[in-house]
């Protein structure tokens, strides 16, 4: 007989993606006539820029070329890329970082769910609230979490709210947190963190032998050069953090898939003993077994990124986005709602004027055929709040927002 995981039974809802797509399938097809304008899930609208296509195609072309061909690569990635990411986005920070401790990876959602895989089933997990939810998902899949109470929150998680009196910014764990989740610039809240708050957490991760799973998806949005885009900038985060970036809101990559996690060599974790264990070879190990590496036209494209045309291009896409991020949060706030977000991320958190998050979509759906995502969806100290996403054509946010104001 063969049984199930039944870790997999204590998800006890969609995930929330695939539910807002659910709700909005179900209208759209009761309303053909209707026109949706979709700025909740966070998927990029604008193409790859020239040079990052010039290289892909010259890729591609060097795979018809017996002589150039490439067969599998190296499951951590070539080197060129590697070496591209720490020079330009480590060691040119003043980041303790090389080409040794970087792994390329199809996206920073696969590597923060398969990352748990390197880690006991005893550890206790902490996230912020509201929270990514695949940093949860993955963990009730594995077995980490005992069950989902009324309110939505997993037994044996230890959830950190992140409210509005608080700047949206989590406080430390006041009892046992073994692996703590943190992203900044925060998705959902476009909530961003001092180096003197990245300081405290690293402070308290090495005296508690913990690790610090950062999340770093969204640093390319930054636009105050003081707030730090890496964990790395910290003092001593070689010690106790491991960092995740991507290409995909930084490039365009979301359907290209590039992405990349640092596991600075001499990271330890501990066995039941309390001996360390170097964890750079044990996540290694993993890839090696489980993942067959970026395919190399890919890669090349991705290294574009870092050519002087592609630095220049891809700036371009950013001020696209934060364009349309300053024009929800202006025309928001101008209708009165109380907006976070969208200086420094591409996201927008509003307050949903005391309707419920779940109520909030379903009567901009209904009623002006906008959709965002409810705060909800990503915990209990969401309710109450909603979140745009910046990744629209500009066109079809300022038409959203004339909606909204409208009321029709």
């Not at 060129?80 to 040119?92: G, H, P, V």
């Not at 398969?114 to 993955?138: C, G, K, M, R, W």
């Not at 001020?319 to 928001?332: H, P, Q």
């Not at 101008?334 to 969208?342: L, R, S």
């Amino acid at each position: 007989m063969a049984l199930v995981n039944e870790n997999y039974l204590k998800l006890k809802a969609g995930y929330l993606f695939p539910e807002i797509g659910r709700r909005v399938a179900a209208y759209a097809s009761a309303h053909p006539d209707k026109k949706i304008i979709r700025l909740g899930i966070g998927d990029v609208t604008l193409p790859l820029t020239p040079a990052v296509l010039k290289a892909f195609h010259e890729a591609v072309d060097e795979m018809a070329d017996p002589a150039r061909f490439k067969g599998y690569g190296p499951e951590q990635g070539y080197a060129f890329l590697r070496e591209a990411i720490a020079k330009n986005d480590y060691q040119s920070r003043g980041c303790d970082i090389t080409a040794d401790d970087i792994f390329v990876s199809d996206g920073s959602k696969c590597d923060t769910g398969n990352l748990q895989e390197i880690f006991s089933l005893e550890n206790v997990i902490a996230v912020s609230d509201p929270v990514y939810p695949v940093y949860v998902d993955t963990n009730v899949m594995a077995g980490r979490t005992g069950a989902q109470d009324a309110s939505g929150q997993y037994e044996g998680i230890v959830y950190m709210p992140c409210t509005e009196a608080s700047g949206f910014l989590p406080e430390l764990p006041k009892g046992r947190a073994d692996l703590v989740y943190l992203c900044f610039p925060n998705n959902p809240t476009g909530a961003v963190a001092s180096k003197e708050v990245l300081a405290t957490w690293v402070d308290w991760a090495r005296k508690n032998k913990a690790i610090l799973l950062f999340d770093a998806a969204y640093e390319a949005f930054i636009t105050d050069d003081r707030i730090p885009h890496s964990i790395y900038e910290i003092p001593g985060a070689r010690e106790c953090a491991i960092e995740f970036r991507s290409f995909s809101k930084t490039a365009g990559f979301t359907g290209t898939r590039c992405a990349f996690t640092v596991v600075p060599k001499g990271l330890l974790a501990y066995d039941r003993k309390g001996n360390g264990v170097d964890l750079h070879p044990i996540w290694n190990r993993r890839q090696t077994t489980k993942f067959n590496g970026v395919s190399y036209p890919v890669q090349k494209a991705a290294a574009a990124v870092y050519t002087e045309a592609g630095r220049k291009e891809v700036r371009g896409l950013i001020a696209a986005y934060m364009e349309n991020a300053r024009i929800l949060r202006e025309r928001l706030s101008a209708m009165g709602y109380t907006v976070h977000g969208g200086v420094h991320a591409p996201y927008i958190w509003l307050k949903t004027k005391g309707q419920g998050s779940w109520d909030f979509f379903d009567t901009l759906l209904n009623k002006v055929q906008v959709v965002g995502t409810p705060g909800v969806g990503f915990g209990k100290a969401g309710e109450g709040y909603f979140r745009f996403s910046a990744f629209g054509e500009k066109s079809q946010v300022i038409e959203a927002m004339d909606r909204m104001a409208g009321g029709h």
